[in-house]
């Protein structure tokens, strides 16, 4: 698929976004999830990235998980599926107003998406997160790498993805991700064709 590719400074509004996303989630989904984690490198303070906010809804099981869909899709979140995930569901929103709720306003820039508790996705983001947050010197070097990435593949988000696989199975083998789901990790991550 090709799609622009822009990697930004760090900006220290993502955390204060996610905090306003997770404050409407936990409203709207009181008693259905078990926890709301900033996870992608937004989560990272310091470190460049997309500007687009990573957000983890986790759920205790597939009840609560439909429940949830059917929630989140009347706030005008539209369901798209696994997207080859097992376990995680993802969403896309038609208009920067969604979430629709009480005031209309514009929200920033996010992917959301509703995984099962456990789940490799889940470990894998909480894991990679974690890692890069305690060793600043790791989150740099990813940096450097994504930028280099987006001007060498300014419109392949693709090509952009799978060309930083390796630093990210690296940095998830050092923090003991089990080698299986690393290489679930490394299919999935490949450009298609």
């Not at 996610?18 to 078990?34: D, N, R, S």
């Not at 470190?47 to 597939?62: F, Q």
């Not at 989150?139 to 990210?168: N, R």
Request: charge should be neutral; hydrophobic fraction near 40%; include cysteine.
């Amino acid at each position: 698929m090709k799609k622009e590719v822009i990697v930004v400074p760090y900006d220290p509004s993502w955390p204060q976004t996610f905090q306003e996303l997770k404050k409407v989630y936990q409203e709207v989904l009181v008693g259905l999830l078990l926890d709301i984690q900033h996870v992608g490198s937004t989560s990272v303070p310091g470190l460049a990235a997309k500007p687009k906010i990573d957000i983890d809804l986790v759920v205790e099981n597939e009840i609560k998980k439909e429940e949830v869909i059917r929630r989140l899709e009347e706030l005008g979140y539209v369901h798209v599926g696994d997207l080859g995930i097992a376990g995680r569901e993802a969403f896309k929103r038609p208009s920067d107003k969604v979430p629709f709720h009480k005031n209309e306003r514009s929200w920033p820039l996010h992917n959301l998406y509703v995984c099962i508790e456990g789940i490799p996705a889940v470990l894998n983001h909480l894991l990679f997160r974690d890692y890069l947050r305690q060793q600043p010197e790791t989150a740099e070097a990813y940096g450097q790498l994504k930028k280099a990435l987006a001007k060498a593949h300014p419109d392949d988000i693709d090509a952009y993805v799978e060309k930083k696989t390796a630093f990210i199975i690296e940095v998830l083998r050092k923090a003991g991700f089990p080698q299986q789901e690393l290489k679930a990790i490394i299919e999935q991550n490949k450009a298609p064709g």
